[in-house]
C-alpha cells in the first residue's frame, strides 16, 4: 500500500504490516482513503477526530446554505388600506429576509372585467417596496387572478448574516442591561444599609 502520515507526508510503499506497525508507534488509526488506486492508499489519523471534524464542517455548511423561498400574498382590486398595509408589511418582512414573494390579485365576479385595477395595486405596491425587491415577473393574467413575482435586491445569505448579527447585538444589549440592573440593586441595597450603620454608631442617651 502506498502510505501517507498524519501530516500528510509521503512515506512511501510499505507492506500492511510495517503500516500497522506505524499506527501503533504513533497511537493512530490506518485509514484506506482510496481503495481504487494501485497500489491502495491508506493514512495514519485520529479517525475519530476526523469524523468529528467533518460532521462540524458539513453543520456549518447546512447551516449557511441558503435556499430560495417563494412566499405568495393573496390581494383584491379593492381592497382595504389597513388590509393593504397589513399585507405590504409581509411583503416587507419577506424581501428581508432574501425570499422572493409572489403577489397574487384575486378577481370575482365583475371585477374581471377591471383588469387595470389589479394592475395598478400591483404597480402600487412594486413601488412602495421598490427599495427591497424588484419586479422578476412582470403582471400577467391567469385565469382569474393576475400574477405578480418581486425579488429580493439582498441575497439569502446576506439576509441571513445580518439576522444572526442582529440577534447577537439583541442578546449582548440583553446582557447588558441584566448586568445594569443588578450594578443599580446593588448600589441601592448599600445606601439603603448606611442610616443601620449610621445609628449603631451613635451613643444612646442615658
Do not use: W
Not at 501517507?4 to 508507534?25: D, F, T
Not at 416587507?92 to 432574501?98: A, D, H
Not at 425570499?99 to 365576479?109: E, Q
Not at 400577467?140 to 441575497?155: A, E, Y
Amino acid at each position: 500500500m502506498r502510505l501517507v502520515g498524519p501530516s500528510g507526508e509521503q512515506v512511501g510503499i510499505v507492506p500492511l504490516a510495517k503500516a500497522l506497525e506505524l499506527a501503533q508507534e504513533y497511537d493512530l488509526d490506518l485509514v484506506e482513503v482510496a481503495a481504487t488506486a494501485r497500489p491502495p492508499v491508506c493514512k495514519l489519523m485520529d479517525y475519530g477526530k476526523f469524523k468529528y471534524e467533518s460532521a462540524m464542517k458539513a453543520r456549518e455548511a447546512r447551516k449557511n446554505q441558503a435556499h430560495t423561498v417563494i412566499k405568495e400574498m393573496k390581494l383584491r382590486p379593492k381592497i382595504d388600506p389597513h388590509d393593504y398595509d397589513t399585507k405590504k408589511g409581509h411583503v416587507v418582512r419577506f424581501l428581508k429576509q432574501g425570499d422572493k414573494v409572489k403577489i397574487t390579485i384575486m378577481f370575482r365576479g365583475r371585477e374581471q372585467s377591471r383588469p387595470e385595477l389589479g394592475f395598478r395595486l400591483l404597480q402600487r405596491l412594486a413601488s412602495d417596496v421598490e427599495d427591497l425587491g424588484f419586479i422578476e415577473s412582470n403582471p400577467k393574467q391567469d385565469g382569474r387572478n393576475m400574477i405578480m413575482v418581486l425579488g429580493p435586491h439582498k441575497k439569502k445569505t446576506e439576509a441571513m448574516a445580518e439576522a444572526r448579527e442582529a440577534q447577537a447585538a439583541r442578546k449582548a444589549e440583553r446582557q447588558g442591561y441584566a448586568t445594569d440592573e443588578a450594578g443599580q440593586a446593588e448600589s441601592t441595597d448599600e445606601v439603603a444599609e448606611a442610616p443601620a450603620e449610621a445609628q449603631t454608631e451613635t451613643p444612646s442617651e442615658a
